[in-house]
């Protein structure tokens, strides 16, 4: 995680928002919130999680580029988030337990956070946003950040790249004994 | 003649300044948009000897652009739409069911977005290659008058249309076998190539439909599955619908009719130009388009005839923002049907789980069909062709949980890890019910980069199409079942605006110019050297996927084109 975090904080963006964050768009508090958000939509069980797989470096990517339109909205949801987490447990969110985690993010999905925070953006919009890019993040190309060493491809036994020709693991249907029916 | 041209271009030089389009070399067509329908035309044009200028907002990508990017693609385009529209200079204004407006981006779903490319829909789509039944060319005489739709019957019939149908399979190249299919019309030639090998999942859909007594057969598609017309094969990769095929086997007009084109030496093919308006004359005649170029200069085309093909939303939006003094409503817009009746399909279906793994990873997926359902179901007007769904991505199975599995946590996981492989989705476009106030406007305020006033979209579906999707979702359901599912859950469309991808139906074809825009030669009524040649001339939208319908009425209108150039010049 630390090897992690230094490595990507010497790129030239990082150094805008201060030695040591790895984000380019978020800051450091707001990425480790949201990445225990994440963790919560996919967590970690026999396979890696959202936060393993890399999905806040997945939005926090597309922040700088195509998502550009939905910095505020991120700020806006990520502190009305931890202030849920305070008005309901007394703790910014990722001091919470797991379970503790889950009650404030259903209150959120089902529109039952109250607050100041969620007068601009409605907790349920922010809650459908971030489940929306945690599943590009964590199943979407790794390309784009997320979804590191094909993590939920590998969890799915996609192969890559399957081309046929050019695959290094067996194409899965040899076993299928189809009738080839090429033309004569 | 160099003091002639210095003169030109002197002229050109300070109509730039105050704005005015640059006129080019006049040409006898000028062909707006080079998709399905554009392209067949410009090579059917070029071919007659007309000299044929074609123009294309869009790029001209190749089978080398083919990113394999599950999130930017035509298909899935959250991170942007791979073959355009881009969304920095792109935008329309949709107005919901409640009145409320909003301005919308190519990538939001909501703006129905058709890929901006040479070629087209057809550089990136599942090429699913349906020829309409009969009776989806005569709804109104089936069915009678439907309450609150503007259904009706085509000027033309299935059988005018068949042999264009067959021109289209051999020319731009269709694969598949269509015997078992007893619903079809007559065809006068049997398809070029034969059909895929079949998928797991094709296998045991088939046993299924048969037990059921439905008549499944492999659907026609416009793929190559073996070497034609110059290309090699389908390699079933998992990136087909919403993707350009890496090794060109899919068939667009971009990799046929529009390369043939330029070949012969008269066409001439303008791609990132953006048209802005149809230039007409006091006599009610087009003499020319005026479109921005790649940076950003205004031309004005100079032609005999002008051809419109730039799909059901941009085509309407072209001829309404060429208002002037003798069509201050735009142009084929006197009786007020230029931009109405949008339609689509509203796709419904059902998911079904089985009991050990079906995914075999081969693609394009789609491959068995039934059109048992397409018609005489009881109590309903139409109905859809049932097919098992493309090949879906791991992005597209996380947000299909069935009812009861969250969609998020600790068990929507458990459910990805456990089903993705076990999942077969059956669908099916059903035909929808024309609606006049489901239309395309121009807007009032909004304007795109090139300050053109965009597209404004508003009304809803008819609710028989809802009636419709639960009846085919049923029967989806019923044909998984039999195939051993062991749950089911349904797919169904919403009540928005339909449009999208199969958009259709805004420059209706007629006999009557008070309920048309066009006649069965795609001519608009009362511009004789003006025409529509794309999905907005369809009346009805068949049960099914409109490429290659698109690509047949093309091609019959380009021939009654050629046949009345030779007669008159199209010079009033």
């Known amino acids: ?184 | 003649m160099t003091q002639v041209s210095q003169k030109e271009d002197l002229r050109n030089l300070s109509n730039l300044r105050i704005g005015k389009a640059m006129t080019l070399e006049r040409v006898n067509a000028v062909i707006v948009g080079a998709g399905a329908g554009g392209g067949i035309v410009a090579k059917e044009l070029a071919e007659a000897g007309l000299s044929v200028v074609l123009i294309e907002r869009g790029k001209w990508y190749t089978a080398s652009d083919c990113r394999k990017d599950d999130l930017r693609n035509q298909r899935t385009s959250v991170l942007g739409c791979a073959f355009g529209p881009d969304d920095d200079r792109n935008r329309r204004v949709l107005v919901d069911a409640d009145g409320q407006e909003r301005v919308v981006l190519p990538s939001d779903g909501a703006y129905n977005n058709d890929a901006a490319c040479v070629g087209g829909g057809t550089f990136s789509y599942g090429a699913m290659a349906w020829r309409y039944l009969e009776k989806d060319f005569r709804m109104r005489s089936t069915y009678g008058a439907v309450a609150s739709s503007t259904l009706d019957d085509w000027p033309l019939s299935y059988q005018d249309l068949e042999p264009y149908y067959t021109k289209a399979e051999w020319e731009i190249g269709v694969s598949g076998d269509d015997t078992n299919n007893i619903f079809k019309g007559a065809r006068s030639r049997p398809l070029p190539m034969p059909p895929l090998p079949p998928s797991r999942e094709h296998l045991i859909l088939k046993v299924a439909a048969e037990r059921l007594h439905l008549h499944p057969f492999d659907i026609p598609m416009l793929r190559n599955t073996v070497p034609y017309n110059g290309r090699g094969e389908c390699m079933r990769c998992r990136w087909c619908v919403g993707f350009a095929c890496e090794v060109d086997a899919k068939c667009g007009t971009h990799n046929t009719v529009i390369p043939r084109a330029l070949s012969i030496g008269n066409c001439t093919l303008r791609t990132e130009c953006v048209a802005r308006k149809i230039v007409t004359n006091d006599q009610g005649r087009v003499t020319g388009v005026e479109y921005f170029d790649e940076r950003g200069r205004l031309h004005e085309q100079p032609a005999d005839l002008v051809v419109v093909s730039a799909s059901a939303t941009e085509s309407p939006r072209l001829l309404l923002n060429s208002r002037s003094r003798l069509f201050p409503r735009g142009l084929g817009n006197r009786y007020d049907w230029v931009g109405r009746n949008l339609m689509g399909h509203a796709y419904a279906g059902a998911y079904g789980l089985m009991e050990s793994d079906t995914y075999d990873d081969l693609g394009p997926g789609a491959s068995i069909a039934a059109c048992d359902y397409n018609h005489g179901n009881p109590g309903l007007v139409g109905g859809a062709m049932l097919c098992n769904e493309f090949i879906r991505l791991p992005i597209h199975f996380a947000s299909l949980s069935p009812p009861g599995v969250p969609r998020w946590g600790a068990a929507h996981k458990d459910f990805m890890r456990k089903f993705f492989n076990r999942c077969i989705a059956v669908h099916g476009p059903v035909q929808e019910m024309p609606v006049f106030a489901a239309r395309v406007q121009v807007d009032p305020r909004v304007v795109d980069d090139w300050g053109i006033p965009v597209a404004r979209l508003s009304g809803a579906r008819h609710p028989q199409d809802l009636d419709v999707a639960n009846f085919i979702s049923g029967k989806a359901a019923a044909w998984l079942k039999e195939a051993g599912a062991t749950m089911t859950w349904p797919k169904l469309p919403g009540k928005g605006l339909s449009g999208g991808q199969h958009q259709a139906g805004t420059c209706r074809m007629g006999n009557d110019p008070k309920t048309s825009v066009v006649n069965r030669y795609c001519q608009v009524h009362d511009v004789a050297n003006l025409f529509v040649i794309d999905g907005s001339v369809h009346v009805t939208n068949g049960g099914f996927n409109p490429a290659l319908t698109i690509m047949a009425i093309a091609y019959m209108a380009a021939e009654h084109l050629v046949q009345t150039w030779k007669g008159t010049q199209m010079r009033g």
């Open chain 1, 1 to 184: 995680m630390q090897i992690t975090a230094v490595a990507t904080a010497a790129g030239p963006m990082a150094a805008c928002l201060g030695p040591g964050n790895p984000w380019r768009c978020l800051s450091e508090d707001e990425g480790r919130t949201l990445e225990a958000i994440c963790e919560r939509i996919i967590p970690a069980d026999q396979d890696p999680g959202a936060a393993w797989a890399g999905v806040v470096t997945f939005v926090d990517r597309q922040l700088m580029g195509p998502y550009r339109r939905l910095r505020k909205t991120y700020r806006l949801g990520i502190a009305g988030t931890n202030a849920t987490g305070l008005a309901m447990f007394g703790k910014p969110f990722v001091a919470l337990t797991s379970q503790q985690q889950d009650a404030v993010l259903q209150a959120m999905d089902k529109g039952q956070a109250r607050g100041e925070c969620w007068k601009q953006v409605s907790a349920k919009s922010f809650f459908d946003l971030v489940v929306g890019h945690t599943m590009q993040g964590f199943y979407g190309d790794p390309r784009h950040g997320g979804n590191r060493e094909r993590a939920s491809w590998k969890m799915l036994r996609l192969p890559y790249p399957p081309v046929r020709g050019r695959l290094p693991e067996k194409a899965s249907t040899d076993d299928a004994g189809f009738a080839e029916r090429r033309p004569a």
